[in-house]
């Protein structure tokens, strides 16, 4: 079966930094086949994307409110993708997803095939 874990996550002070990380196996295709987003969700809000990443790493985007602070990349021949996120504020609290889309670019979250449990991410004032 497909299984994809994140990691990284924890508690952080306002300004601080985390590196996020996605690992996924059981995929029927090599992990370079898979555009990989990362998403994260609030309690009582819906999920949204921040962050894609195509499968060369050559195409990125991110949601308005995070460019300049998070940065997504991969390691194709770890089977991993990564999220740092630097200068981390207290609206960044959230579950936080990894998940991967087969011939897709972009941000919706119906959109995207595999997904992770979450790993949470708590920034303090």
């Known amino acids: 079966q497909v299984q994809v874990v994140e990691s990284g996550g924890g508690l952080v002070e306002a300004g601080g930094s985390l590196r996020l990380s996605c690992t996924a196996s059981?995929?029927?295709?090599?992990?370079?086949?898979?555009?990989v987003g990362w998403f994260r969700q609030a309690p009582g809000k819906e999920r949204e994307g921040i962050s894609y990443i195509n499968w060369s790493g050559s195409r990125t985007a991110y949601l308005d409110s995070v460019k300049g602070r998070f940065t997504i990349s991969r390691d194709n021949d770890k089977n991993t993708a990564y999220l740092q996120m630097n200068m981390l504020k207290p609206e960044d609290t959230a579950q936080y997803y990894c998940?991967?889309?087969?011939?897709?670019?972009?941000?919706?979250?119906?959109?995207?095939?595999?997904w992770g449990q979450g790993t949470q991410v708590t920034v303090s004032s």
């Open positions: 998940a991967a889309a087969r011939l897709y670019l972009g941000l919706r979250p119906g959109d995207y095939n595999y």
């Open positions: 059981g995929l029927t295709l090599t992990f370079d086949a898979y555009t």
